[in-house]
């Protein structure tokens, strides 16, 4: 019985296609890397940056956020939202736009929130 739900984990995995999954993720995370910069762009005074390589080969779907000024309060906003981060001590926003589960509108939905950070 325990092996029943890595099964259908499968079956998903199968229909959905490794290469169409890694495509998305490609796309996903292009996406959010250029709302991310979008953000810091706009609020300098953060004194932030990526820390994840901007290299597609390089790296997978999570993106780090390191925010100098206000990390912690950005983080808080996005979470008040409904956005699903990780926050790593002392100054990192760790997100990852899973292909299998995440859509572009889940993206828009962080560039909003992100948009109404004051």
């Given amino acids: 019985m325990a092996m029943a739900p890595h099964a259908v984990a499968l079956e998903i995995h199968d229909r959905a296609g490794m290469e169409r999954l890694r495509d998305k993720s490609l796309r996903l995370t292009s996406f959010l890397e250029q709302l991310l910069q ?52 002392p100054d990192t926003i760790r997100m990852a736009p899973v292909p299998l589960y995440n859509s572009f509108a889940d993206l828009e939905r962080v560039r909003t929130v992100l948009l109404s950070f004051v």
Avoid: K, M, Y
């Fill in 38 to 89: 979008d953000f810091l762009d706009q609020h300098p005074e953060l004194e932030g940056r990526l820390l994840t390589p901007s290299n597609p080969e390089r790296r997978g779907c999570q993106l780090s956020l390191n925010l100098s000024h206000r990390g912690r309060d950005v983080f808080d906003h996005l979470h008040q939202h409904g956005i699903l981060a990780d926050w790593r001590n």
